[in-house]
């Protein structure tokens, strides 16, 4: 099956061309703006910067190659779970589909808050928080790990083929392409209340204190309504993390977390901090509770990217309630 994600390929590469015309066409008020940013030793808030953007475009590619062969461990698992469960979505019927909306929707925030409160998943999911730079190309900068199979297999069981679960997936992803520029403003109340929004998902993948853990929705901000992960965006928007890897290389883009999660394991002898440092959050240290290690990481952010934590995430906690 040639998922939708693939058809929306040329959309993806026309839209990055439609945004990079647009910051042309403000060029100037550009250059003032990224001049005073460089000033203070921060990198521009808007455009498109060239390494930057080949690296999210390395990154995509090499995504939909793993995701190529990835997902037909996935359907295999999630055929195994359908043929299980006595239950069936019926296709033909009108109900299951908007179901099916709100299911894939509500599993997308599950992995997406895991992605970012337990440091193994994170060290997948920080590829994509890892520009500086925040448009369209950001969107493609996707990891070559997949840590999807869990939180997509309750659907297979409800009763939902692969092929179903599968488009899903790929309605999501589209949407959420169109969430990373920094061209659109905030959308009318109503639009804002209920969807994830470019100006939501900026507060996503921002490293101010205010901004750290918040906005894990797909589609929907109702989730991070109901949970209490929501922020709207109240100031400007600082990209990347809360230490910057300062590279372009994307092996190293796509490795240095698991390289840091290793140097620490290897650095205790206790088997019970070793778990610690793969299933609690990142910032997480020995003889530190979960919600201390989240307070140092916003104390950290708070105080600037250069006393932050090694590898400490954006829009990440350890262990956030």
């Known amino acids: 099956m ?16 439609v945004e990079i015309l647009a910051f042309r066409r403000e060029a100037q008020e550009a250059r003032e703006e990224d001049a005073a940013r460089a000033a ?16 999210s475009l390395t990154m995509g590619v090499g995504s939909l190659v793993v995701n190529a062969f990835w997902h037909l461990v996935l359907i295999a698992v999630w055929a195994a779970a359908y043929e299980l469960t006595p239950l069936r979505m019926d296709a033909g019927d009108w109900w299951i589909w908007p179901l099916l909306f709100f299911a894939d929707d509500l599993a997308y925030y599950t992995y997406h808050r895991v992605g970012h409160e337990v440091r193994v998943f994170w060290a997948s999911h920080v590829v994509h928080h890892s520009s500086e730079h925040y448009n369209l190309s950001t969107a493609l900068r996707q990891p070559w790990v997949p840590l999807t199979m869990p ?5 297979a069981l409800l009763g939902y083929k692969p092929w179903m679960i599968l488009l899903a997936q790929s309605w999501s992803l589209i949407y959420q392409f169109g969430l ?7 959308l ?3 639009i804002e209340f209920l969807f994830n929004t470019p100006s939501h998902h900026r507060v996503h993948h921002g490293a101010n204190e205010i901004y750290l853990d918040r906005n894990y929705g797909g589609i929907l901000i109702i989730w991070d309504r109901l949970f209490g992960s929501f ?31 290793w140097h620490d394991v290897r650095s205790t002898p206790k088997w019970r901090d070793r778990l ?30 250069a006393l932050a934590p090694a590898g400490a995430p954006v829009g990440a906690s350890a262990g956030t309630p």
């Open 180 to 186: 990373h520029t920094e061209r659109i403003g905030k």
């Open 151 to 155: 939180f997509w297999l309750p659907l």
């Open 231 to 261: 922020q709207g965006e109240t100031e400007r928007v600082r990209y990347g993390l809360t230490t910057n890897i300062r590279t372009f290389s994307p092996m190293k883009v796509l490795t240095h977390e698991y390289e840091a999660i």
């Open 40 to 55: 203070a030793g921060h990198p521009a808030y808007v455009g498109y910067e060239a390494r930057d953007t080949r690296t």
């Open 188 to 190: 009318p109340r109503p």
């Open 276 to 305: 610690g440092y793969l299933l609690r959050g990142p910032g997480w240290r020995p003889g530190m509770a979960d919600a201390s290690a989240h307070a140092a990481i916003v104390a950290a952010a708070a105080e600037g990217p």
């Open 2 to 17: 040639i998922e939708l994600t693939v058809y929306a390929i040329p959309f993806f590469i026309l839209m990055m061309g």
